[in-house]
Nanobody
Framework: QLQLVESGGGLVQPGGSLRLSCAASGVTLDTYAIGWFRQAPGKEREGVSCISKSGRLVNYANSVKGRFAISRDNSKNTVYLQMNSLKPEDTGIYYC???????????????WGQGTQVTVSS
């Protein structure tokens, strides 16, 4: 059974950076596409980024393009989300999710982590 654990969240000032990690246990991640999602208070969950199982395909929400970078290290069973130039509107709980897929990024995911809080505030 795949289990995902997010870490790296915290409080950061506007313009700052954080790197989130999504560590997997139970199975190896190399057959799973991984997505990052976030949910702000009072808002619906939104997709932030995804990376294919090979790492060759990455997608970003328009709101984070040019500021966030997703990557994966299958040898460490971990996916990362580097977040730069953070804005207050980036505040929320960030979740990673996984689904096994032949290629690309799926529309739905089967496994979810518990989330890590990111707060961008001065």
């Amino acid at each position: 059974q795949l289990q995902l654990v997010e870490s790296g969240g915290g409080l950061v000032q506007p313009g700052g950076s954080l790197r989130l990690s999504c560590a997997a246990s139970g199975v190896t991640l190399d057959t799973y596409a991984i997505g990052w999602f976030r949910q702000a208070p009072g808002k619906e969950r939104e997709g932030v980024s995804c990376i294919s199982k090979s790492g060759r395909l990455v997608n970003y929400a328009n709101s984070v393009k040019g500021r966030f970078a997703i990557s994966r290290d299958n040898s460490k069973n971990t996916v990362y989300l580097q977040m730069n130039s953070l804005k207050p509107e980036d505040t929320g709980i960030y979740y990673c999710a996984a689904r096994t897929i032949l290629a690309g990024c799926p529309k739905e995911y089967d496994y979810w982590g518990q989330g890590t809080q990111v707060t961008v505030s001065s």
